[in-house]
């Protein structure tokens, strides 16, 4: 989730609060029986974030095995984690593109997504030739292509103000057969794409192999893919929340899916997961293995006198909730990093880019910031290993944030 995109859900959420609305209880899964559920024609494609799933021990063994038939003597395994951000996602895209060019670039056995990260990961997953594809995405997209207003509705019980049928469309048009089935072919060597949302009757966060779900190779796995991404970044209040389809083999249900980032703003995998042990079955125990952090939001604090308005403060209350969630999952990353023998490299969003979104989506604004990603991501300088120095209040930022602002300044001065 953005700042800029979440400004209004406090006061909103506030002022809306006695509005009509629809009662799915009769719709939805029972309480007893809703961890059970898996969307109608698939199996065991997706778990709850915050537990490890019973089913898990022989994927894990099955994904060992492939792991080792194309691992490399030597190779260590590697963890992609994308953040959400919003219209800052054109951070982290253009990191990918600096990132490929400056040929360091590995190969992701793991790549997670959340929110505008899961809009990335399929593309960061797939590889090099696929990152023009998601740049000129945010290099382009205006805030009319992509959703569409319906505050009436919104008000008298639709659920939300904006429509996201026209950023529906956009990812249709992306997920072909092909993009499906190149993500299948990549799951049969052994890697993974999880996704995150979060569901909204259960309040946790919930991971989806999508990889998993493209090898069915199907028309409705390509659906099914198509509104995991739309759901983990639909913003709630803001943008329409997912209906899933579900069932628990007896009966069906529907659930209701939004943005990951009301969970969890950023991810690996659960802290019950005993990933040390997996390591040594796989036989990676003792190789450099590696977790990447892009994490494409601000979390240095600002100070900034507040302005009294009811806006203003819901701007800024979203914005302190949203920096000290986003320390405390990069701070959790962190931790089970170190336990379980990863090292780490992080790179955020730096705070010495303060230019302002003219609205919900701005393709100058994002162009901007793709630039200055894709300047950070061809030096490995930009790569932070301590999560300490990314937190210091003052902290400035590493040589390569600070030419790749200056550049972009520069361009801005010229034109």
Same mark, same amino acid.
């Given at each position: ?50 537990? !490890? ?8 063994? *099955? ?47 793991? $790549? ?14 797939? &590889? ?36 996201? !049928?026209?950023?529906?469309? $956009? @990812? ?7 993009? $499906? ?49 739309? !759901? ?35 991810? *690996? ?28 939001? =601000? ?14 403060? &819901? ?14 999952? =990069?701070?959790?990353? !962190? ?69 790749? @602002?200056?550049? $972009? ?7």
């Amino acid at each position: 989730m953005n700042m800029t995109t979440k400004s209004l859900l406090v006061c909103l959420s506030v002022f809306f609060a006695g509005c009509a609305g629809i009662d799915r209880g009769i719709f939805a899964p029972p309480q007893a029986s809703h961890a059970l559920m898996q969307p109608i024609g698939f199996l065991d494609v997706r778990f709850f974030g915050d537990t !490890a799933p019973d089913s898990l021990d022989d994927e894990v063994d *099955t994904f060992a095995q492939r792991l080792r038939a194309v691992r490399r003597e030597g190779d260590g395994l590697h963890i992609l984690a994308l953040s959400g951000g919003g219209p800052n996602g054109a951070f982290g895209a253009g990191v990918m593109k600096g990132w490929s060019a400056s040929g360091t670039r590995p190969e992701f056995d793991i $790549v997670t997504g959340i929110s505008t990260g899961s809009i990335i990961a399929p593309f960061a997953f797939l &590889g090099p030739d696929y990152d023009d594809q998601i740049g000129e995405f945010y290099k382009t997209a205006r805030t009319d292509a992509l959703v569409r207003k319906r505050f009436l509705a919104g008000i008298f019980g639709g659920g939300s103000l904006y429509s996201t !049928a026209p950023l529906k469309r $956009v @990812i249709d048009s992306v997920v072909t057969p092909e993009f $499906v089935g190149a993500l299948a072919d990549e799951y049969a060597r052994g890697r993974l794409l999880l996704i995150g949302t979060t569901n909204m009757d259960a309040e946790r966060p919930v991971v989806w192999n999508v990889t998993e779900i493209a090898s069915y190779r199907s028309e409705d796995a390509r659906a099914l893919i198509r509104d995991v991404i739309l !759901a983990s970044a639909s913003i709630p209040i803001m943008f329409t929340p997912v209906r899933f389809n579900v069932t628990d083999g007896t009966e069906d249900f529907t659930e209701l899916h939004a943005d990951g980032g009301l969970t969890q703003e950023i991810f *690996t995998y659960s802290p019950e997961l005993p990933v040390r042990s997996y390591l040594r079955r796989a036989g990676l125990a003792h190789r450099d293995n590696r977790v990447w952090v892009i994490h494409n939001n =601000l979390i240095n604090p600002v100070y900034q006198p507040q302005k009294t308005g009811l806006r203003h403060i &819901g701007e800024r209350t979203l914005s302190t909730l949203i920096k000290s969630q986003s320390v405390g999952d =990069l701070q959790r990353i !962190a931790a089970l990093a170190k336990r379980d023998g990863f090292s780490l490299r992080a790179m955020i969003m730096p705070a010495r880019f303060t230019d302002k979104s003219r609205e919900l989506f701005d393709p100058a604004y994002m162009t901007r910031l793709y630039a200055v990603g894709e300047a950070m991501g061809r030096q490995p300088s930009s790569w932070g290993r301590k999560l300490e120095s990314l937190f210091e209040r003052d902290r400035r930022e590493g040589e390569a944030a600070i030419a790749a @602002i200056n550049a $972009v300044q520069v361009q801005l001065e010229s034109q």
